[in-house]
């Protein structure tokens, strides 16, 4: 059976009224940001089945794809590189454990957005 996204194009842009990710890449972003939500929260969703979540849960989890997707897409060139910080010309940039960004098993994710994830009890290596 193939992978289902637990988010479809048609409720980034209807329910959640995304449009920061352009048409002809949404489904694969939605695809690449459920997976990443996946591992983050150790493949639980998988093993339970979105289905059998609450309803809170879900809600999180639908809302957390389409803000990652577009994190995502809008921070494609710094997380695609394999470099954490530069400086040129006095000028500098750091990706990583900064103090907005949240990163783990190499996936980049805002804290904020990695906060109300864990609001749904998802994201603790022992489950409870």
Known sequence: MPYVPYVTPDFYKETYQGSTVPEDELERALRQASRHIDSLTYNRIVGRGFSNLTEFQKEVIQEVVCLQAEFEHENSEVIDTVLSSYSINGTSMQFG???????????????DVYAQLSQTGLCYRIAR
């Open 97 to 111: 454990q900064g103090w907005n960004v949240f990163t783990d098993k190499g996936i980049a994710m805002k804290r």
